[in-house]
Every structure is written in C-alpha cells, then in structure tokens.
C-alpha cells in the first residue's frame, strides 16, 4: 500500500470563474429559499429541509491509533458529546413517498483546536450523503443540476409522486444491468431505504491533519444492520421515514463506526473531482472512532424545534486540521452560510453555535 499523501494547498486547482459560480449558486438556492419561505410563512433549509431522525449521541476517538490516521480531533482518545440529523436532499418539505437520497449531518461538540477562519464555536461538523461519490465532478456541474432541482420547488407534490416512481423504475433497470444514475436518483428515483441502515459518506476530500482524506459513517450494531437495504413501505404514510426512525431508535442502543480513508495517490485519488470514487483496495477506510447513541426517541416536535430551528450544519464548522478540501467544498462555505442566515433573519431566531446540547426524550 501506498503511504499517504502529505496535504499541501497546492492540491487544490481553483478555476478562474469560481466566483462566478458562487454567486449563481447563492441565487438558486435563495430564489428556493424565497420560494419555500413564502409558501410556510417559515424559512427552512435551502436542501436537506425535511428531518427524519434527530438523534443525541457520543462520539468515543479510540486510542493508540496510527500515525497517519491519529490526525486533528482524532490526535488523542476523547469522549465528545454529539448530535445526529437525518434528512433528504429537496429543500421542500415533502412526503416521503417521493424517494430520494439521505443525508446525515453530525455535530460533535467540544472540539479544541485551531479553528478555521470565522468557524464560530467548538464544534466539529461532518455532512454526508449514502453514497460514495457526489454527483458532479465540480461546482460548476452541480450548479446544472441544482436549477434543475430548484425549477421543482414547490410544484404539485401529487406530480412529483408520480415522477419518483417513474424514476425509480428507471433506476432499478439500469441496476439491473449493472448500471445507476446519480441524476435519476437525485430527481426522485433513488430506492426508497431506511435511514438507519445506511452508510454515510463525506464525497468530498478534508484535510487529515498532515495527510488528506474522505470520512464514512458505518452502522456495526445489529439494532442498525437489520435495517440496510430495508424498503421503507410508504404508501399512505407522508412521514414514514420518521416512524421508521422512530421506532428502530427506539428498540436499542444503536451503534455506528467512523472511519477514515487517507489519499494515497493524488492522480487516482482527485480532491478536485468527488465524482471519482477512491478505490478501498487502493486505501481501505479505518474505523478512529465510535458513535453511539442509546434508546431514545428518534423524532420528535421537541427535538426538531431545537435542531432544524436553531442549529446550522456546515462543512466549514470546524477545525483547520479538517479543513475541507475541492471546488464542490469551497463553494459550500458561502451558500451555507447564506443559506443558514436567511433563515436567521426570515424567522427572527438567531443561530448560533452550542457549546453543548440537552434534546428532550
């Protein structure tokens, strides 16, 4: 195996009308934004608006790790409070009849270290989407398919029903034949899963202290297992993801392992291009820490109005030694924060960072 790369800024190549990109992509996601707002009378997150779980859990950074591996938060053992967000990618709030792929975020708090400029509070945040690979090779591509997803914004929910199953058709024969499409999946043919059995990816490239790498969320304990691959049935059921969250947090302590997967070839391994999967035989993931979360209530009004209101997820929340990495990530830093004080400002709730959490249930 090849040793890790050494992180070096020059890694990064950024296009000459990156600029540009940013600002139409801050348009799109406001004028969905707009759009959403006016429609509730209540701003919610340009994606990722609807919630399906939200979980309080412990982060637990195991010891006597490797070298490569035991890199900014993960330098020394530690015990850190988290808390876990579920949630899908339309920035509507939708049934979850129309099918496409979860997003987790987690926010670990407690975090010491240099923090990147204008990172507010002790948190370290990871985001992340079931799948190992993002959508489009830059910034630029996915701001094609971010228009195309805000021309949907809020038409008729019965429509988008029936274009979900169109697509998910679609998807399931091109699987057959051993293909996929990211684009079918994300317009709404993506296989109808349980969150809680998935496998959460970061896509993108961070910073590893002295190295570079990608992050994974893995279920271990069998309370999450039995639920990968698991149809959620949801027929009738607008809110079905949640129930089902809800029930399986419900029924024991559920357990998941955060792995590591270090770049080791700069070529092969691109932290400009996420849509380039990192091959694992080349570098396989390793388990620096454990999250665990005991029984609880996996959703409720109570704990949505603490984590969907007041809180913001972001990439860019962090340490430096995580710095995110890669033109999909760079633009990231300000339409989250856009995105994040629209909502501020529209609902008059100011959002700031915790430096510790208590979820009620």
Known sequence: MKPPIHYSPDLETIPDDEADTIQSLKATLLDIMETTSEHYGHAVRSVHAKSHGILKAELTVLPDLPPEFAQGMFAVPGVY??????????????????????????????????????????????????????????????????????????RAEWAKKALSAVLRGAERALEAVGGGSATLQTMGGAPNVHPLGETYYSQTAFRHGHHVAKFSLVPVSETLTRHTEEIIDTKGRRDALREAVAVAAEAGACEWELRVQLCRDAEAMPVEDPSVPWDEEDSPFFTVARLHANPQSGWSEARAQIVDENLRFSVWTGLEAHRPLGSVNRVRRETYKMSSDFRSQFNGCPIHEPQALDLPG
Do not use: C, H, Y
């Not at 808390?83 to 979850?96: A, K, Y």
């Not at 989407?129 to 805000?150: M, Q």
């Open 81 to 154: 409070q988290a808390v876990l967000r579920i949630s899908t990618n339309p920035g509507d709030i939708l049934s979850d009849s129309i099918s496409v792929p979860r997003g987790l975020a987690l926010k670990v708090m407690g975090v010491e270290g240099a923090r990147l400029s204008g990172a507010e509070g002790n948190s370290q945040d990871f985001v992340m989407v079931n799948g190992p690979v993002f959508t489009a090779p830059n910034a630029k591509a996915f701001l094609k398919s971010l228009k195309l997803l805000a021309k949907t914004t809020d």
